[in-house]
């Protein structure tokens, strides 16, 4: 029987009502030579690197692949729970000389095909940890299956000793087809049944929708990567939290996966004006303000807070949680200028989605 995505994207985009895309039918004639290549147990395959801006399907589309192919040896993660997963393996792997060879020796045991979703670098210990990884999975023989926004060309751009990880981005391109995923909608901007779950301050009393949500409150202390961490209540799968307790503390991406491992549901107050310098005085800008605003904690210099939301963001999004957020200006004017503002996109797309019914459907 002949593997082929198609049944399953019409099929997708039926339930999800809407219109399937030129840009993603493109897609989808390269998955499909992946799969029938993939067919041949003992082929070697290169593998796919799907990337384009926020909202074109690349993840339905990776999901679908996955879903589908019917290789066991076969693993779907987030890229910041691969790193997770990676950093623990290393820690128990210490002794070792040839830690990172062993864990990509290891891994082609049990895994033919590895699917990353969100390839994203922004730290130099993690880019040259990657580009080593690389070499050694490749030369094993894994399938990576990548989505990422970027192109690999376009990988730990604009940041310092960029030019270390140009090892890496030669190897995605040896061993991975790149496509670009160039389609002109965004997905997530396609009319959903609309449920508010993002408010400014003011339009939500948040006290009382914790109170709603949580009739039961926890009096346990909590921690976060091995941290005391502050909440304003939490309850059965219910954790209400400030910007300044969730954001403004050296939390990690790693530290927010335990945070949904614990949580369904998260609130979040007190968001404010994010990237750009720290000021000493925030004026409203809207009419869903009055002045003086609270005198919430304000963002430090930089976009260390910035981005810790958003990969709070991103993890909720993938595990799918509810989020309720609580923001100083509409989520179009949060973000006022910095080196995010590209990502700082995909949140607001990501932000879009989750406020649907659809979403919280899923």
Request: glycine content about 6%; overall charge neutral.
């Amino acid at each position: 029987m002949k593997l082929s995505l198609k049944k399953p994207y019409f099929d997708f985009c039926q339930r999800q009502d809407f219109v399937a895309d030129p840009a993603q039918l493109a897609a989808i004639d390269a998955f499909d030579a992946l799969l029938k290549k993939l067919d041949k147990k003992k082929a070697t395959a290169n593998g796919l690197y799907l990337w384009g801006d926020v909202g074109r399907g690349k993840t339905m589309l990776m999901d679908l692949f996955f879903q589908i192919l019917p290789e066991p040896r076969k693993r779907r993660l987030h890229f910041n729970h691969f790193m997770k997963w990676l950093y623990g393996e290393m820690k128990a792997e210490a002794n070792r000389p040839d830690a990172l060879a062993y864990i990509a020796k290891s891994l082609r045991q049990r895994c033919r095909v590895l699917c990353f979703d969100e390839f994203f670098i922004t730290d130099i210990g993690d880019a040259m940890l990657i580009q080593r990884l690389l070499h050694f999975l490749f030369a094993e023989g894994v399938v990576l299956v990548i989505t990422s926004n970027k192109a690999p060309g376009e990988l730990f751009q604009n940041h310092f000793q960029r030019d270390r990880f140009a090892p890496g981005i030669a190897l995605i391109k040896q061993h991975c087809q790149v496509l670009h995923l160039d389609g002109q909608q965004d997905h997530r901007q396609r009319p959903l049944d609309s449920v508010q779950t993002c408010f400014c301050h003011g339009e939500q009393d948040f006290a009382a929708l914790f109170a709603k949500l949580a009739p039961a409150p926890s009096m346990e202390a909590l921690t976060l990567g091995g941290q005391p961490l502050a909440s304003l209540g939490h309850g059965a799968k219910i954790g209400w939290f400030s910007f300044e307790a969730l954001c403004n503390q050296p939390f990690s991406a790693q530290d927010y996966i335990e945070l949904a491992n614990r949580f369904e549901v998260l609130l979040i107050s007190q968001v404010p004006y994010l990237g750009g310098s720290a000021r000493d005085w925030l004026k409203s800008q809207g009419p869903a303000f009055t002045e003086p605003f609270p005198a919430w904690p304000h963002h430090a210099l930089g976009d260390d807070p910035a981005r810790r939301l958003l990969n709070l963001v991103d993890e909720c999004y993938d595990r799918r949680l509810t989020l309720y957020l609580e923001t100083l200006a509409p989520l179009n004017e949060l973000y006022r200028g910095g080196v995010l503002a590209f990502e700082y996109q995909r949140t607001l797309s990501r932000l879009t989605e989750m406020q649907s019914a659809q979403y919280l459907r899923q």
